[in-house]
């Protein structure tokens, strides 16, 4: 029984390592760069899985440009603090803190049933719930805003809220910064 165990834990670790590579100290690898292939879990579905991982990676091409990187100076969490200092106590760029954050596929989830939305996460939280229909329109219709959505969540898992600023103040604030 403990082999099976030990045997499971090395496939769940190698999967991990696979989904999620990271660099001896630890941070994930900017090797990977635009062509990494964010993990989306939960329900599979193909379609919602190309368009995260476009979507990724067009944010990441954004993130390469200096100009696009002063929207984490823009916003503050809820201390006060920039979040580009939340990613400097990381260690981390906006680039190298997109690629570490996890997908999940929220087809099932409450969020979804409003047609309005497109993703969400909470503040300071590391899974991004993407809503399949409302992204993959987006993405299809917009690919540079899909883009834009994707850094949008990543401000939250630095910690923003909303309310103040509203959403559509964060998406814009974005797009003014990195373009759609």
């Known amino acids: 029984m403990a082999n099976q165990s030990s045997k499971g834990a090395a496939r769940w670790l190698s999967t991990l390592l696979v989904l999620f590579p990271v660099t001896a100290s630890g941070?994930?690898?900017?090797?990977?760069?635009?062509?990494?292939?964010?993990?989306?879990?939960g329900h599979r579905n193909a379609r919602l899985i190309e368009a995260v991982s476009k979507a990724v990676q067009g944010a990441t091409l954004k993130l390469r440009e200096p100009q696009c990187n002063q929207v984490f100076s823009d916003f503050r969490d809820g201390e006060g603090r920039t979040l580009q200092q939340n990613l400097q106590d990381r260690g981390q760029?906006?680039?190298s803190f997109?690629?570490?954050?996890?997908?999940?596929?929220?087809?099932?989830?409450?969020?979804?049933?409003?047609?309005?939305?497109?993703a969400a996460t909470n503040p300071g939280a590391r899974?991004?719930?993407?809503?399949?229909?409302?992204?993959?329109?987006?993405?299809?219709?917009t690919p540079?805003?899909?883009a834009a959505l994707i850094i949008h969540e990543e401000l939250h898992a630095l910690g923003l809220k909303e309310n103040p600023p509203?959403?559509?103040e964060i998406t814009l604030g974005v797009i003014s910064r990195c373009g759609q």
């Open 166 to 168: 509203t959403s559509r």
């Open 144 to 146: 540079g805003y899909a």
């Open 93 to 95: 760029t906006g680039k």
């Open 127 to 141: 899974i991004i719930h993407v809503c399949p229909n409302q992204f993959i329109l987006a993405r299809s219709a």
């Open 27 to 41: 941070q994930r690898s900017e090797g990977l760069d635009a062509f990494a292939r964010p993990s989306v879990l």
């Open 98 to 118: 997109l690629l570490w954050l996890i997908f999940y596929n929220g087809d099932s989830e409450g969020i979804c049933r409003e047609s309005k939305t497109v």
